[in-house]
């Protein structure tokens, strides 16, 4: 059972109506955590202006989603893994890619540095040490690259966090990430 109930177009606060508008134009529906953060107009912008600003990045949305299904894996977020899964294979990355990318695993060799970068990011908290920093140049990042990972990595763990503490109902075709490691 959710903490908050997601909420409707009808039912969101007017700052909140627009953003949930344009997220059903764009979905053809509201997923039930975009639903919940409507209820803080604040909370909905914020997740709607990092992904906005994401789209500006140089990482093309095939690396983000596998960024993002990663970064779910490891912060124990279903929620994230279903429904980057889902956003993933529609941009084209393939379901065993993705099931790869599950695992902290890619294909492509830089996107196993980016990776392994945003892992290192989660599990160090920001304190990625020399040898990690120094494997992601190694293998072709470039500095601003690494700034995108950094942003693709904070702005999945605040919809990582919110579906915690939340406990957001998964409307998404399930994948499973195990038990969460808290």
């Not at 977020?77 to 990318?101: Q, R």
């Not at 040490?129 to 690259?145: H, R, T, V």
Request: net charge negative; charged share 20%.
């Amino acid at each position: 059972m959710p903490r908050i109930t997601p909420i409707t177009k009808d039912k969101a606060p007017q700052a909140s109506q627009p953003m949930l508008a344009g997220i059903e134009k764009q979905l053809g529906r509201v997923p039930n955590l975009l639903g919940t953060l409507a209820v803080a107009p604040a909370g909905l912008a914020t997740y709607l202006k990092l992904g906005e600003a994401l789209g500006h990045a140089s990482l093309d949305a095939k690396v983000r989603e596998q960024l993002a299904v990663a970064i779910a894996k490891e912060s124990g977020c279903e929620y994230c893994a279903s429904a980057h899964t889902a956003i993933g294979k529609m941009h084209g990355v393939d379901g065993a890619e993705l099931a790869k990318n599950l695992e902290g695993k890619a294909s492509d060799p830089k996107v196993q540095a980016a990776i392994d970068f945003a892992l290192a990011i989660v599990a160090e908290r920001g304190w990625v040490n020399e040898a990690q920093y120094a494997a992601a140049k190694n293998a072709g990042l470039n500095d601003a690259e690494l700034i995108e990972i950094l942003a693709i990595t904070v702005t999945n763990l605040f919809t990582n966090y919110a579906n915690h503490l939340f406990q957001t109902v998964n409307d998404f075709p399930r994948v499973e990430v195990g038990a969460a490691t808290h």
